[in-house]
């Protein structure tokens, strides 16, 4: 078993280290762009915010939502999830279905970072983000992209089978990851219809053309790049693995 481990280890880092050869737009990762750069831009003195799948990982900590003054409610499908985050994150939480939910139009921004995956019915969701935000308020999304190969994968292989392989090969995926995954019309040029559909204007996007599931095996990774480089070159941000959006409430 260990050494099973410390060959995975040796294939990770291998993979770590041939990406630095590409350009940088190859490495930079989607969720760490979103919570680091894309996100914190639109926080404002006083917000009202909604956190969206936020669970027991909500996007704000306590500090910085103690520095914004901000009002963070979550609105989660599992109680457990919201329970378990941590102290003083959230002001309120809600146990709720996005799909179902409607919201008042009190919030200036919703936050949904990786939940729009698990979503089974996208299109309700984006009804109700648009009904929890005031008029000028924001969505702020980050999701993985139906498009990438590792999606495709989640959709074909049995749940309890692809849980087990993730977090046998990537056991710190383990509290995080493993939620049943649809990835409903999850692709930029889906959810820029869906916005335009729902009334919102994309504001700002970012495509990310790096995922890291196929690193233990530093022979399919190449070859996952390869498949990367190619599908980049002929579909554009349509191949990207992850991507985040800004969208605004005229
Ligand atoms: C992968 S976790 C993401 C947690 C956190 N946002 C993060 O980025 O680490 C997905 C979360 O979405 C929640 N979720 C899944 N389907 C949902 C739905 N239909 N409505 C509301 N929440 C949902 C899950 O319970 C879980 O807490």
């Known amino acids: 078993m260990t050494f099973i ?25 989607g969720n760490r762009y979103f919570c680091e750069h894309f996100a914190p831009p639109y926080l404002g003195l006083g917000m009202s915010v909604y956190d969206v799948g936020g669970g027991k990982q909500p996007y704000l900590t306590p500090d910085l939502k103690h520095r914004f003054q901000l009002t963070v409610t979550g609105v989660d499908i599992d109680q457990n999830e919201l329970n378990r985050a941590p102290a003083g994150t959230y002001d309120r939480t809600i146990c709720a279905d996005i799909t179902y939910f409607r919201g008042q139009a009190e919030a200036d921004l919703v936050i949904c970072q990786a939940l729009l995956e698990h979503v089974k019915h996208v299109d309700n969701a984006f009804a109700a983000m648009v009904s929890m935000l005031k008029p000028g308020g924001r969505a702020l999304i980050f999701v993985p992209s139906r498009n990438a190969l590792y999606a495709r994968l989640n959709l074909l292989l049995p749940q309890a089978l692809k849980k087990r392989l993730l977090h046998a090969i990537y056991p710190k995926t383990r509290s995080a990851q493993g939620f ?43 070859l996952w790049r390869l498949w990367i480089l190619g599908f980049h070159a002929v579909a554009d941000e349509q191949a990207a693995e992850t991507f985040c959006m800004a969208l605004v409430k005229p």
Not at 9 to 25: A, G, H, I, M, Q
Not at 185 to 210: K, M, W
């Open 5 to 29: 481990r410390t060959l995975i280890d040796w294939n990770v880092k291998v993979s770590r280290t041939f990406d630095r050869t590409l350009p940088e737009k190859y490495h930079i990762d």
């Open 180 to 222: 049943p995954s649809y990835y409903d019309h999850c692709t930029p040029r889906d959810f820029r219809r869906l916005a335009n559909q729902h009334g919102l204007t994309v504001e700002q996007e970012s495509f990310h053309y790096i995922s890291s599931y196929f690193q233990f095996c530093f022979p399919l990774y190449l």
